[in-house]
């Protein structure tokens, strides 16, 4: 996964470029330290001083640790909602790519585990705030919408109600299994990866058995 969205709440939006640019070095600060250490690196002080910017520019944008912690996260969720919009265009690009669907979609997400472990610092610490949960069950939801059109763009089912239980089912079982297989192991444990596969492409042929009745 390349690049930043930037979609946080901020206390202050940024109007001129510069100061854009001023809170783009502050949340990648945040990510390094968040990566490096953990969530409890980040307090306003920290993060101006390995930013080298001032704690008065950086309250005018994140006015305290929480601030910091959920912009991050809502950058987070942002790219993964980026990363599944492009696996929908490359569904229209080159549909023969994808024989096997499961197995794409979880080795594209399990590398953006891969790539970016202040994800995996946030998610599976201790700083997610009630406001936080909500905006992960947002995205969670998102990422089943782009699942569904995935499927309706593969020819695998109609546009129903069943279709949007199932996509939001299996990216709950998908995003559960996932977690504990980074947990085990920061690369990700592989034989949980792959069973995950398994599980899910026995879940996907039921779905398109469901369409064929």
Partial sequence: MTGRTEIPRLRRVPAQA????RVQRLLDTAEEL???EGAEALTTTRVAEEAGVSV????QYLPDKGAIVEALARRYLAEFEAL???LERDIRRNPSGWIDPVGRLIDTFAAAYRERPGYRALWFGRELSDELR???RENKVALAQGVRRIALGLGLARDDE???????AGVLATDSIL?????ADPSGD?????EAKRILRLYLAEVVRHYSL
Avoid: T
Avoid at 18 to 21: D, E, G, Y
Avoid at 179 to 183: K, N
């Fill in 84 to 86: 599944m919009g492009e």
């Fill in 18 to 21: 510069r100061s854009r640019a």
């Fill in 190 to 194: 592989v034989a949980l990866i792959e």
């Fill in 134 to 136: 909500a905006a992960d």
């Fill in 56 to 59: 008065g520019s950086l309250y």
């Fill in 162 to 168: 069943y279709l949007r239980v199932a996509a939001r």
């Fill in 179 to 183: 977690q504990e297989a980074f947990r």
């Fill in 34 to 36: 968040l990566s490096a």
